[in-house]
């Protein structure tokens, strides 16, 4: 084992976002001695941006097995860290018929983590606008505020004794050294985690597999009902995007039904969903636009069909919105990028969009497959 007091270690990982905190993390598990480098002084991107939802229940191949990994670690996790975490389940609420059906039919298909609801049964969970048919309750999925869990974790990766380099910038990378903005660092291997900045370092690697950067709208608003709502709820749109609900023989129905009578919706992205932050109010969206280089104007019209629609899902007219900002996640046609451009030298990035439901699971296969040589 490297020398943990120099600028050398077993595992150096680039980027502290959940996919570099989860490599760390396995690594440190391992009993190996890690060093962290983060270009900002702390975490700021995807990781820290989202709904704070680990939905593994609705995710298929990889994914889902990546996320069953993940809930366990997230749980063991918060108790070690110290940071809420809790199994408050996701509320999937049906306002039309095919909507019920997708439902039905992917409870068939999670007999063991998911089961319908009536109307009434969805209403014990939460309030609504008028015209909801009923809908599924997915218990086993978690919830953890992105903002207070990340900068814990990191935290106690560093007590366990993971040397961050916060504010440095890595420029080479090869194999077994890393040469940064404050000197260079050596490691018997190198794992890249910047998610959507693959291409910054790999250009030809991103080209490759596709990799493009994803821009989500979201907004904090006040609770306009004062109700609590324990778990994370999501709604037909977001049936539209996970890798779960395509199974479903249903699904294409209610995806053409949906382009048919909200294409601007549909155009957009929308994936209608929201949860409670500790203090009360909901974080809603979210929509999605690709680009390799994103252009930096927002279009107002994407926030307020967000408004409008969340609005419409509580039953009430309008949202008071306290804080607005841009998510940017990595995108490609697979949803996870796992690569090895030089020896030694292993790039993983998940690109679907689930990083906080699967980052831990897919980082305990980089790690494994790092050190046995096979990304």
Known sequence: MTNPDS???????????????????????????????ERDARATGASIRNFGHACATAQSGKALEYGRIARTTWLRLAEEAKFWAQRTGTLMVARAEDELAVLEEFAGLRADEARMLTPAEVAERASFGPGVVGGAWLPNDLRVDPRESVP??????AGRGVRFRWSTTAHD??????????????AE???????????????????????????????RVDNPTGRAVEPAVQTGFSMLRYGGFAECPSLPALRDRLT??????????LNLMFTQRPDGTLTIGDTHSYATTLLPFEDEELDAAVLRETAKLLGVERLTVRERWRGVYASA????????????????????GVGMTTGFGFGREIVSQALSGRV
């Open 333 to 352: 046609p697979e949803p996870f990028l796992a690569a090895t451009p030089a020896e030694g030298v292993h790039v993983a990035a998940v690109t679907a």
């Open 152 to 157: 814990k974790i990191a935290e106690y990766l």
């Open 173 to 186: 990378i090869e194999p077994g050294r890393v040469a940064t903005s404050r000197g260079v660092l050596r």
């Open 189 to 219: 291997q190198v794992i890249v985690a910047t998610g959507h900045d693959v291409d910054r370092h790999f250009p030809g690697l991103a080209a490759e597999h596709g990799v493009q950067r994803c821009a989500l709208r979201m907004l």
């Open 7 to 37: 600028g050398s270690a077993d595992i150096l990982v680039i980027g502290a976002g959940i996919v570099g905190l989860a490599c760390a993390y396995e690594a440190v598990e391992r009993g190996l001695s890690v060093i962290v480098v």
């Open 260 to 269: 048919r009578e909200t294409p601007d919706l549909v155009a957009i992205g």
